[in-house]
């Protein structure tokens, strides 16, 4: 089958050759916007005069016909024809003659490639800019019900202090709206056209670029030729970015796997996101959050991957850019899935209060509430500290806790005690009390809410 690149060669590739360096099998999902990009293409030059109004109305009809069988799903590749663009040109001709070789005048397919890749993506990011809001409107609505939920806060997976539930999953919300600023950051260096630069050095036709950028939504065009072909940089922007926003919701979804294990009991799962065993018919598993924990992995694969197609490229255009694809198809898929599936969770997450606040009565993650009480009444933190250490390990060896602790033997470690030490060990008045600004108390905890709920 003659090649649409072929005159100067003698020889056609074997047929497994033309299946390795064909990308059509995955770049097919660029067809609309190629098409689009065509589209655009086409009006630029017949308004330019390269070619007569009647070429282009011509051109542009048989792309709107392909454009429609594409949606339809009716469109058939060929492995013959490499990669979307020749396979377009391909059925542009069949469908309207020879006059739809005139098309490809004034560009390449390393700027057409470039187009298609800053049209998808600029399409996706938006996508995932609005399902990261849903996710936090998720997280804010289920928030405001649970205020004065208490459960212990960790550090080093060790109880420290009590915490409102609604201040451990808002820390998220924040988390998604630094990623959902880096998403929209973002779109300023995707919205940028290269077409016009053709293969690399620019055309010597009178081609008009701002004309086509403004066409297609972007809002500038790339100044240099070469950086236009080349540059891949928008695609490791988003690449990272989702990197970034696939660990926040490992980290979430880790905790969501623990809280909902029978060892805590703070959480369940709705049984949509859940699945059983093949043999112990008791189980419940949470392995819609571990499938979003394990796919942070391949999102991070992604990236490192294309960083290290990139690291030895010279200008301009390299057959190696053909690897962009592929992990960016993927991370689109991965992100904008897990999105969707952590959403529901969310929603739709029982939530054991009365297990929670059972655990932090439980525990000795109030010692700094005494600590913070001595601290007041005139005594050296430090020394406070040695204090309480030395309570909590008189209780340790009693198995019991600080509530339990007899008034006589509070006094003996300081005279400082009062019969109000028991109201300041109360996990709720220690939630309660820290209202400094972005604390857990319930009076700052509301203010979070009121702030969250305005940027949504």
């Known amino acids: 089958m003659k090649k649409l690149w072929g005159g100067r060669f003698q020889k056609t590739p074997e047929a497994w050759v033309d299946e390795f360096n064909a990308s059509i099998t995955f770049d097919k999902q660029l067809v609309e916007e190629d098409i689009q990009g065509s589209l655009v293409h086409v009006k630029m030059l017949a308004k330019c005069g390269i070619l007569t109004k009647e070429e282009g109305e011509a051109i542009e009809k048989g792309l709107h016909r392909l454009l429609e069988k594409a949606k339809n799903g009716e469109l058939e590749y060929s492995v013959q024809y490499e990669d979307i663009h020749l396979n377009i040109e391909k059925m542009l001709i069949d469908e309207i003659g020879p006059i739809g070789g005139k098309l490809h005048t004034s560009r390449s397919r390393n700027d057409q490639v470039a187009t298609d890749m800053h049209l998808y993506l600029k399409k996706h990011v938006e996508a995932i800019v609005e399902l990261i809001r849903e996710l936090q409107k998720a997280l804010v609505n289920k928030a405001e019900q649970h205020i004065e939920t208490i459960l212990p806060g960790y550090t080093h997976l060790q109880r420290a202090q009590p915490v409102s539930f609604a201040h451990h999953l808002l820390a998220y919300f924040w988390m998604l709206e630094r990623d959902k600023s880096r998403f929209t950051e973002s779109l300023k260096r ?3 056209s290269p077409l016009g630069a053709a293969a690399l050095a620019g055309t010597t036709f009178p081609i008009d670029r701002k004309y086509t950028a403004e066409l297609l939504g972007f809002d500038e065009v ?3 030729s070469l950086d236009a072909v080349s540059d891949r940089d928008f695609i490791v922007e988003f690449m ?3 990197s970034l926003l696939m660990i926040h919701l490992s980290r979430f979804c880790e905790e ?4 909902c294990s029978q060892e805590f009991q703070f959480v369940e ?3 949509a996101y859940s699945t059983g065993s093949s043999i112990m018919p008791q189980k419940k598993n949470p392995d819609m959050a571990e499938l979003i924990r394990g796919k942070s992995g391949r999102v991070v694969g992604n ?14 255009y390299n057959k190696d850019l053909q690897e962009d694809k592929e992990g960016m198809f993927d991370t689109v898929k991965t992100v904008e899935g897990c999105l969707q599936i952590m959403t529901g969770m969310i929603e739709t997450l029982k939530v054991n209060k009365e297990q929670m606040e059972k655990s932090v009565k439980q525990d000795f993650s109030n010692a700094t509430e005494l600590a913070d009480y001595l601290a007041k009444k005139g005594l050296p933190f430090r020394e406070a500290h040695e204090v309480v250490g030395k309570l909590v390990y008189k209780c340790i060896q009693k198995g019991i806790y600080l509530l339990d602790l007899p008034l006589e033997e509070y006094k003996e470690a300081s005279s400082l005690f009062e019969n109000d030490v028991y109201e300041v060990l109360n996990p709720y008045e220690a939630v309660n009390k820290r209202n400094s600004l972005g604390g857990t108390g319930f009076k700052e905890v509301k203010e979070q809410i009121n702030k969250a709920k305005a940027i949504i």
Not at 256 to 259: G, K, T, Y
């Open 190 to 192: 995707i919205n940028i």
């Open 222 to 224: 790339y100044l240099n």
């Open 240 to 242: 990272s970015n989702s």
């Open 256 to 259: 969501l796997i623990l809280w």
């Open 269 to 271: 799962m709705d049984d």
């Open 303 to 316: 990236l490192v991957g294309l960083l290290t197609v990139l690291k030895g490229l010279p200008l301009a």
